[in-house]
């Protein structure tokens, strides 16, 4: 008896001595820690609207609970399997396309031997990634447009008839990739150039005295040093492979092109705040987290075996 | 790299010839792509807009006005929404630096008991997230709809950016801070006097990241606001270019090109005037996220 009473009074005594030391540490991060509570963890109750014909005035708690409704009728919608694959092709070809030119332009930029030109190429590349989307949009308006734009103007020159690039299911998605490309992919060549950077210049040196041409050391000494850096972001980028751009296609769609643009996460905006349909919105707003949880959970594992983890 | 080259100079064989010349075109025509969309975007705001819309290929402003800024200011309420999206941006990423910084800096202390669990709880919420309606709710809850914080307050710490000060913070020599606080110094004055002054490149680059989150502040309106007052500088922009394809309201004029790429072009402006100063930093912000995931 006295032995326990005297270990929990040691105990007590370790933890007050710890408050006493980091009180003010606790102190420093109570206004974030409210933050998450407030505006992360609190919603992650709201999921159960997605179980519920949700009423406003009865409150999440009040209103009845209708089991797996609200995904039955998603699932068995018309939309169901056009977003779903609408969301998987979009994100796939951006993340096969947007990998492979981030490496192909740091394999460039480092194959630049005038340093002034590449400087400014690089300075301009990143430029884009700092632009909204609706300045982005407004860009492609000048180029795209039916009546003024840059590229219809010479088609029409060509052809005499222009083409509606932006509100056609032919080009939409090509629209997307390609301002996708022009947006981000000087920036995410940055984090190649920096594993380029720090090669070993003793290797290129002694390739070239056994007589390796410029090609060979790309292939055997520039693309190995890369490949773990490619293999980890193509990992974390298939976690994220649910996202095919919400910021993007909000901005860039109109009705005319639902049928190739819409995507899980457009329609989860139209469903649950313009037309108020709050049960089926989170619904699917909460079948594609679960998925992307799942993958993200899968791939840190995948990732782990490789060496390093997410988080 | 500089020995290697050298090397190169001495064997430059036919193919490195070839592959110096295809690097240099290559390279010269994503210039083009990149750069030549801003430059035209630019000499279409100052070109009358007859001119734009019989131009060739080539806009060559032989009389440049600025007409279609003029219009800009004095009609589209667009000065209106770049005080809004001021405001968010110089309110949003002080509070938002500020409750980044205190959440990285105890977290990186390596004996603060819960830290572990206490990261992990915020790591979560990056990959699982209540949804749209679920955080609209609690933003009513909280009396925020169609006030200015709603602009603000929803996304204000991201977990990413506060991860990046955290490592940072973590890479830090432990004597450093130690020391100081042997010396009497609080772990708020730690913090501000030598913490911080150490980590300006990263603090730089986070800070770069929220600035241009907020000046770039768009659907927060749509989800939460209504009133036309709050309406940011991006959603204004956004009316401006859609009302040409015949999506505005009946009353209201159709903006020309020329007027709207102006509006473009202002929208840019803070931008392009802080990147060439933050340029240098955010290299080190994204190596780092690299790092950590």
């Not at chain 2, 105890?106 to 997230?129: E, Q």
Request: proline letters at 4%; aromatic letters at 14%; a positive charge.
């Amino acid at each position: 008896m006295h032995k326990l009473e005297r270990k929990n009074g040691q105990k007590r005594q370790r933890a007050l001595r710890l408050l006493g030391k980091y009180w003010p540490y606790y102190l420093m991060m109570l206004s974030g820690l409210v933050y998450f509570a407030l505006l992360k963890y609190a919603p992650m109750y709201g999921v159960l609207i997605a179980f519920k014909d949700f009423k406003i005035k009865k409150g999440i708690w009040g209103s009845p609970w209708v089991g797996l409704q609200n995904f039955r009728t998603f699932f068995t919608s018309t939309y169901c399997s056009r977003l779903i694959g609408n969301t998987l092709i979009i994100s796939f070809t951006k993340l096969v396309l947007s990998s492979f030119m981030s490496v192909f332009f740091a394999l460039l930029l480092n194959e630049c031997t005038k340093r002034r030109f590449k400087r400014l190429v690089q300075t301009v590349s990143y430029m884009p990634h700092f632009l909204s989307w609706v300045i982005i949009y407004g860009i492609v308006y000048l180029f795209c447009s039916e009546s003024a734009g840059y590229i219809n103007r010479i088609v029409r020159m060509l052809t005499g008839s222009a083409i509606p690039i932006m509100t056609s299911n032919t080009y939409f998605r090509g629209l997307l990739y390609f301002t996708e490309l022009w947006k981000n992919t000087g920036y995410a060549s940055i984090i190649y150039m920096s594993v380029i950077v720090g090669i070993d210049p003793g290797l290129y040196e002694a390739a070239t005295i056994d007589g390796a041409s410029r090609w060979q050391r790309i292939v055997h000494i520039t693309l190995p040093a890369i490949r773990s850096t490619f293999i980890m972001l193509t990992i974390m980028n298939i976690s994220k492979i649910m996202n095919a751009g919400f910021d993007q296609i909000y901005v860039f769609y109109s009705p005319q092109v639902y049928q190739t643009g819409d995507i899980i996460d457009t329609y989860v905006y139209r469903a649950g705040l313009e037309e108020m349909r709050y049960g089926l919105s989170t619904a699917v707003g909460l079948f594609k987290n679960v998925i992307g949880f799942t993958l993200v959970f899968t791939t840190n594992r995948i990732a782990q075996k490789w060496g390093e983890g997410l988080w | 790299m500089v020995r290697a080259k050298t090397g190169n100079r001495i064997r430059e064989t036919g193919s490195d010839r070839v592959i110096n010349a295809a690097v240099l075109v290559l390279l010269a025509v994503l210039f083009v792509i990149w750069f030549f969309p801003m430059l035209y975007v630019v000499l279409a705001s100052v070109t009358p807009y007859e001119d734009v819309v019989r131009a060739g290929l080539l806009i060559l402003p032989s009389r440049p006005t600025f007409t279609a800024y003029s219009f800009l200011f004095s009609s589209t309420g667009i000065v209106g929404s770049f005080l809004v999206t001021l405001t968010v941006t110089i309110v949003g990423t002080l509070l938002s630096m500020a409750l980044s910084i205190l959440l990285a800096f105890p977290l990186s202390k390596k004996g603060l008991p819960g830290r572990a669990l206490i990261t992990k709880l915020l790591v979560f919420t990056m990959y699982f997230s209540g949804g749209l309606i679920p955080t609209y709710m609690m933003v009513r809850r909280l009396h925020l709809l169609n006030t200015i914080w709603a602009l603000i307050i929803p996304g204000c710490v991201s977990t990413y950016n506060m991860l990046l000060l955290r490592s940072y913070f973590v890479s830090m020599p432990d004597e450093l801070l130690e020391a100081a606080e042997v010396d009497g110094s609080g772990p708020l004055r730690t913090l501000v006097q030598i913490a911080l002054p150490l980590s300006l490149p990263v603090t730089m680059s986070v800070m770069l990241f929220y600035m241009v989150t907020y000046w770039n502040t768009y659907y927060a309106y749509y989800y939460y606001c209504y009133d036309k007052s709050l309406r940011p500088l991006q959603v204004v922009l956004m009316d401006l270019i859609r009302s040409a394809t015949g999506e505005a309201e009946a009353d209201e004029f159709v903006p020309t090109i020329t007027v709207q790429m102006a509006a473009v072009v202002f929208s840019c402006v803070p931008i392009v005037c802080v990147y060439p100063f933050i340029q240098k930093y955010f290299t080190t912000g994204i190596m780092l996220g690299a790092v950590k995931g």
